[in-house]
């Protein structure tokens, strides 16, 4: 028990800031919205109003399906539009932490180091498990004291209970089955690979069993954070759910670490080509095929997204014709016209969140140059005849390359999709232009995780801050009734909602000159500062 203990405090020491900034976004996140929504509907018709909006199909995509009565409240509206948005995050907070405590602490070495002492051999296991229990135990009871504080209108506490319970156990569990896939997997990119495709499998599950039949949306852990019945019926059962599935996770993790070898999953490892290929003889290349796997992971993952979401564009679209009246009102031609500019709204929705996924796949790739760089593998290359601008100049292309096919992947299975299910197909140049604003917006992002990589390579993870404040900003806070000027925090909002409008030429002329910019700066920074070091 000391050695967990000990462990348990090396690991908090070490995530330290990491968790530092997650508890302060998500407890500020999720206290601003609590304390905003007394004053944001002040009228029962408002509420009505919004309750009307989030049960559109579009909507319940979006956000998840929950019963009418929880959208006829303050207290229900905030918990119908917070639960699986803030479910989400903290998801990927405690995958983050469980890779950081089980496979990266192998890969690195430090497990060995660990273990050459007198450490059980389930002790760095208990001791990942017992910070993930006690960080979402922590950010539970944030929750429940910024909801008790805000003291929303219709809000009770077994309501206030259930909701922040519900957050920290579908993060506990996440982290825990992340725990248990780092017994199963090789290597930390295999864990964060396999834990980020159950996250998506479970997201696309509930998303589609959401939009057509809600009762099926059991089959998915995230749909379960919709079947609580907050403020109305307060059902402790998706809570009970999600901690029973945690304690079976961590029960077999425990199991399983103790009949695999360190530095060895459960998974067969496929043996390497005795001979290298062509593409191997310049960085490029390399980096190209070091890439490859993930790349086509994420573009298969993408395209999968991008035609989930397009298979409710008729559901979408024929929203209009609920009410007989619409089609006596505004005639055949009319609503078809109508109900063609609520999918490309939508669509100008979906192209958000597209462009987030593959700002996260390209940066991830660009942000390698500096991991690399830590870990030796760049050594040889820099001892060889290779300059530090080519180096530099190969990742950021694969980063963009990843990025844009991404991006193409989602809007291609989304325009499939809507092909093949709508009544009458939309023009598909719609996506084409899509696709081309949208992939400036990619690159822009790249070309500012460029600059810091190059200038400021300690301050990396700024780029997530200003994309997920940028993502808040156009896909959250409008509505909430927020100033459309917000959507101008970042390059996400710039695109002036293509294709149901057209990018503004000034808006294209900052997205050039940064992408330009940021990205010589970045890479004459590289070339000027220390390897791991910073200007």
């Known amino acids: 028990m000391k050695a967990v203990t000990f462990l348990f405090v090396t690991n908090l020491k070490q995530n330290r800031y990491l968790l530092l900034v997650w508890v302060i976004v998500l407890a500020g996140l999720f206290g601003a919205m609590a304390f905003y929504f007394n004053s944001l509907f002040g009228t029962q018709a408002e509420i009505d109003s919004i309750g009307e909006t989030m049960r559109s199909p579009a909507m319940v995509s979006m956000f998840g399906a929950f019963p009418a009565e929880q959208f006829k409240t303050t207290a229900g509206l905030l918990s119908g539009m917070l639960t699986v948005f803030m479910g989400i995050f903290m998801i990927i907070l405690n995958i983050q932490l469980a890779v950081n405590g089980t496979r990266k602490q192998e890969d690195s070495?430090?497990?060995?180091?660990?273990?050459?002492?007198?450490?059980?051999?389930?002790?760095?296991?208990?001791?990942?498990?017992?910070?993930?229990?006690?960080?979402?135990?922590?950010?539970?009871?944030?929750?429940?004291?910024?909801?008790?504080?805000?003291?929303?209108?219709?809000?009770?506490?077994?309501?206030?209970?259930?909701?922040?319970?519900?957050?920290?156990?579908?993060?506990?569990?996440?982290?825990?089955?992340?725990?248990?896939?780092?017994?199963?997997?090789?290597?930390?990119?295999?864990?964060?690979?396999?834990?980020?495709?159950?996250?998506?499998?479970?997201?696309?599950?509930?998303?589609?069993?959401?939009v057509t039949d809600p009762n099926l949306s059991w089959f998915s852990p995230l749909g379960w954070l919709t079947k609580a019945e907050i403020y109305v019926g307060n059902r402790w059962l998706p809570?009970?759910?999600?901690?029973?599935?945690?304690?079976?996770?961590?029960?077999?993790?425990?199991?399983?670490?103790?009949h695999r070898d360190l530095d060895r999953g459960l998974l067969p490892e496929r043996r390497g080509r005795k001979h290298g290929g062509i593409l191997l003889k310049n960085p490029l290349g390399l980096i190209l095929q070091m890439e490859r796997n993930m790349i086509i992971g994420w573009g298969i993952g993408m395209l999968v997204l991008g035609a989930a979401y397009g298979s409710v564009f008729n559901s979408i679209g024929d929203i209009l014709k609920i009410n007989p009246t619409y089609e006596q009102v505004l005639?055949?031609?009319?609503?078809?016209?109508?109900?063609?500019?609520?999918?490309?709204?939508?669509?100008?929705?979906?192209?958000?969140?597209?462009?987030?996924?593959?700002?996260?796949?390209?940066?991830?790739?660009?942000?390698?140059?500096?991991?690399?760089?830590?870990?030796?593998?760049?050594?040889?290359?820099?001892?060889?005849?290779?300059?530090?601008?080519?180096?530099?100049?190969?990742?950021?292309?694969?980063?963009?390359?990843?990025?844009?096919?991404?991006?193409?992947a989602a809007v291609l299975g989304m325009a499939l999709a809507g092909r093949f299910t709508l009544d009458q197909a939309i023009?598909?140049?719609?996506?084409?232009?899509?696709?081309?604003?949208?992939?400036?917006?990619?690159?822009?992002?790249?070309?500012?995780?460029?600059?810091?990589?190059?200038?400021?390579?300690?301050?990396?993870?700024?780029?997530?801050?200003?994309?997920?404040?940028?993502?808040?900003?156009?896909?959250?806070?409008?509505?909430?009734?927020?100033?459309?000027?917000?959507?101008?925090?970042?390059?996400?909002?710039?695109?002036?909602?293509?294709?149901?409008?057209?990018?503004?030429?000034?808006?294209?002329?900052?997205?050039?000159?940064?992408?330009?910019?940021?990205?010589?700066?970045?890479?004459?920074?590289?070339?000027?500062?220390?390897?791991?070091?910073?200007?």
């Open 331 to 408: 005639g055949v031609d009319a609503l078809h016209t109508a109900n063609e500019m609520i999918i490309l709204n939508y669509v100008n929705l979906l192209a958000i969140i597209f462009c987030l996924l593959a700002v996260v796949c390209g940066g991830m790739i660009l942000y390698n140059l500096k991991k690399h760089e830590e870990k030796g593998y760049l050594e040889i290359i820099h001892a060889k005849a290779v300059s530090r601008s080519k180096l530099f100049f190969s990742y950021y292309s694969v980063a963009v390359l990843a990025g844009l096919i991404c991006l193409a």
């Open 109 to 210: 070495g430090l497990l060995e180091l660990v273990r050459s002492r007198a450490v059980a051999r389930r002790a760095p296991t208990s001791a990942a498990i017992l910070l993930l229990i006690v960080t979402n135990g922590l950010l539970g009871f944030l929750y429940f004291g910024l909801l008790q504080l805000a003291n929303l209108q219709d809000a009770n506490l077994g309501g206030n209970s259930v909701f922040a319970a519900l957050l920290a156990s579908a993060g506990l569990m996440f982290g825990v089955l992340t725990v248990l896939l780092a017994q199963i997997a090789n290597d930390t990119r295999q864990t964060y690979l396999l834990s980020y495709l159950i996250f998506g499998v479970c997201y696309l599950i509930r998303m589609l069993t959401d």
């Open 427 to 535: 023009d598909q140049g719609y996506f084409w232009q899509t696709l081309g604003v949208n992939s400036l917006v990619v690159i822009t992002f790249l070309s500012l995780a460029a600059f810091l990589v190059g200038i400021l390579p300690k301050l990396i993870s700024l780029l997530w801050g200003y994309l997920m404040m940028g993502f808040i900003g156009c896909y959250f806070l409008p509505l909430l009734d927020f100033s459309d000027n917000w959507r101008k925090i970042s390059p996400l909002g710039w695109t002036d909602k293509v294709p149901v409008g057209s990018l503004s030429r000034h808006w294209f002329i900052l997205m050039i000159l940064l992408t330009v910019g940021l990205t010589i700066v970045g890479m004459i920074g590289y070339n000027k500062r220390d390897i791991q070091g910073g200007i």
């Open 239 to 258: 809570v009970l759910l999600l901690l029973v599935v945690t304690i079976i996770c961590g029960s077999l993790a425990l199991v399983l670490v103790g």
